[in-house]
């Protein structure tokens, strides 16, 4: 038996998302030092739309599944991203539907505004899990709009990401 084989598998996969995260985050960090603000933010949201497009397309693959042509079906799948990518890392707030088109993601904490709060910088961070999730969209198929809404980087008590898709 190997020592990975002593960690139960839902700890294993913790470790490699909060592993994933904070690579994410040094990235940044390190970015910032070397190229500044502007250069880092820049950069990350292109980072983070082709991670989500990457992504997708091996969940996708992974499920046996090709493009998701209708919003019931990507939201369906977005359930399994969340359970994916987000359990025991974040807190989340649950996915709901607002209408027949428009879909609200809400966060409640994350590594992310931890960070910038922790490091004095949301005045100067701009949050790119929206290009991410505009990458996921993409990688489905789909047309739709993916903005923030509420963002607690910009003072507000929960991160929503609205997802609108095209009729």
């Given at each position: 038996?190997?020592?990975?084989d002593k960690?139960?598998?839902?700890?294993?996969?913790?470790?490699?998302?909060?592993?994933?995260?904070?690579?994410d985050?040094?990235w940044?960090?390190?970015?910032?030092?070397?190229?500044?603000?502007e250069?880092?933010n820049?950069?990350n949201?292109?980072?983070?739309?082709?991670m989500?497009?990457?992504?997708?397309?091996?969940?996708?693959?992974?499920?046996?599944?090709?493009?998701?042509?209708?919003?019931?079906?990507?939201?369906?799948?977005?359930?399994?991203?969340?359970?994916?990518?987000?359990?025991?890392?974040?807190?989340?707030?649950?996915?709901t539907?607002?209408?027949?088109?428009?879909?609200?993601f809400t966060i409640?904490?994350?590594?992310?505004?931890?960070?910038?709060k922790?490091?004095?910088?949301?005045?100067?961070y701009q949050?790119?899990?929206?290009?991410?999730?505009?990458?996921?969209?993409?990688?489905?198929?789909?047309?739709?709009?993916?903005?923030?809404?509420?963002?607690?980087?910009?003072?507000?008590?929960?991160?929503?990401?609205?997802?609108?898709?095209?009729?």
């Amino acid at each position: 038996m190997s020592l990975v084989d002593k960690i139960p598998p839902e700890e294993r996969e913790k470790i490699l998302r909060i592993n994933w995260w904070t690579h994410d985050g040094r990235w940044f960090y390190y970015t910032v030092k070397e190229s500044g603000f502007e250069v880092a933010n820049k950069l990350n949201m292109l980072v983070n739309k082709s991670m989500g497009k990457a992504e997708m397309k091996r969940l996708l693959a992974a499920l046996n599944m090709d493009e998701t042509r209708t919003a019931d079906n990507f939201f369906e799948i977005m359930e399994t991203v969340w359970d994916l990518y987000c359990k025991n890392v974040f807190v989340i707030g649950g996915f709901t539907k607002e209408n027949d088109n428009t879909w609200i993601f809400t966060i409640k904490d994350s590594p992310c505004y931890e960070g910038t709060k922790k490091a004095g910088i949301t005045d100067l961070y701009q949050c790119a899990c929206w290009k991410r999730a505009e990458g996921w969209i993409e990688a489905c198929g789909l047309k739709a709009k993916v903005y923030i809404r509420k963002s607690m980087v910009k003072g507000d008590d929960v991160c929503e990401v609205v997802f609108s898709t095209e009729k």
